[in-house]
Every structure is written in structure tokens, then in C-alpha cells.
């Protein structure tokens, strides 16, 4: 397999199953295995009309839990443990229907982020265009960007300057204004010295 920089990956391969040594690569395993065991959980929940409880610790202490509608509805089913007021009367139609439209809206908000991620791909790569030979983003020809784009570069413009803006505000004073000014020159006009140095 070939990514589209031209870097060769490893492909599909099996992984060993032991812990991993490197702390940054436990934690990334982590999320990512974490995150697929609670996909396919809410998928076995709506597919199958299964209950769905799930509880993970991470190394942290961390707690992550998912439940078909919610781990405490799921529990409650089959431990006995105090009712919540809001859970009186709710079935599992009720529940289902509720795990359906949590899906169906999650799908929906994949599909919004996807398209805007595509939308920001397209500007960049107009912006990119619309550089041309220049060496520096925002030195783009804006005549070449049309308005979907046009928008989005003044946003980015804006951002560049408050970032500038605000990067040069942590920065100490210039150190000519904390030299203490020498004694007048003999051509300097009457008035005061401050006036004389910030002039020339």
C-alpha cells in the first residue's frame, strides 16, 4: 500500500497483542481501540435491539462509559439499584426509538463534518492556486478567489493579524525607549529631548 506523499505503509498486518512499552503509544492505542469498541457496541445495540452497557478506566483514571440510551437505564434492568425519577415510566420502545435518533443524528453531524471538511480542502486548494509564484499564502491574488472563498481567506487574515497582534504585545518594549537619552546635542533645537530623538 502507497500513501499519496509516496511513503510505503505497513499495511494491514496483525498487531501482537501485549502491552505497549511507550506511554504516548499505549495512549493513542487507547483511544483508538476505545473509540472502535463503542462504535461497534451502539451498532450492536441498533442493529440488534441489544442492551448495551460499556465502562472503561483508563490508565489515568479516566472513566469512559457508553449504554444503549444510558449505562444507569441499562444497569437498572438488571441490578437493583435506586429508579431516578426521570426513568419512571419509559419502555423499551421508548428506548429504542431514543438510541435510533441519537444514530441517526451522530450520522448526520459525520456527514456535515465530512462535507465541511471537504468545503476547507477546496478553499485551501484554491487559495494555494490563487498564489501562484508568491511565497507566502497571504500574498494570494484575491481576483482569482471566488465567494465561497472569499469570505473564508478574509476570516484566515484576520486570525493571522490577531495572532500577530497578539504575539507582539508579549513582547518587552524595544530597548531604545528604555536607554535613557544622552544630553542634548549642541544642534538640537530648544524644547525638550524627547521631542528631538523621536524625530530623527
Known amino acids: 500500500m502507497v500513501h499519496p506523499r509516496g511513503t510505503p505503509s505497513t499495511g494491514r498486518h496483525r498487531i501482537e497483542m501485549a502491552l505497549r512499552v511507550d506511554k504516548n503509544s499505549r495512549q493513542v492505542t487507547f483511544s483508538k481501540r476505545r473509540s472502535g469498541l463503542f462504535k461497534k457496541c451502539s451498532e450492536l445495540a441498533l442493529l440488534c435491539g441489544a442492551h448495551v452497557a460499556v465502562i472503561v478506566f483508563s490508565e489515568a483514571g479516566n472513566v469512559f462509559a457508553l449504554g444503549s440510551l444510558s449505562v444507569d437505564a441499562v444497569l437498572r434492568r438488571y441490578l437493583p439499584l435506586p429508579a ?10 421508548d428506548d429504542r426509538e431514543a438510541l435510533e435518533e441519537m444514530c441517526q443524528a451522530r450520522e448526520a453531524t459525520a456527514e456535515q463534518v465530512a462535507a465541511e471538511i471537504e468545503r476547507m480542502d477546496l478553499i485551501g486548494y484554491k487559495v494555494i492556486k490563487a498564489q501562484g509564484e508568491r511565497r507566502f499564502w497571504w500574498e494570494a491574488d484575491v481576483e482569482e478567489l471566488g465567494a465561497a472563498e472569499l469570505p473564508e481567506f478574509a476570516r484566515s487574515l484576520e486570525r493571522l493579524r490577531d495572532n500577530v497582534r497578539r504575539h507582539a504585545d508579549k513582547l518587552p518594549p ?7 537619552a544622552p544630553a542634548m546635542a549642541a544642534d538640537a533645537p530648544a524644547g525638550d529631548a524627547a521631542s528631538y530623538y523621536l524625530a530623527y
Open 84 to 93: 431516578a425519577a426521570n426513568d419512571a415510566g419509559v419502555d423499551e420502545d
Open 174 to 180: 524595544p530597548a531604545a525607549a528604555l536607554v535613557p
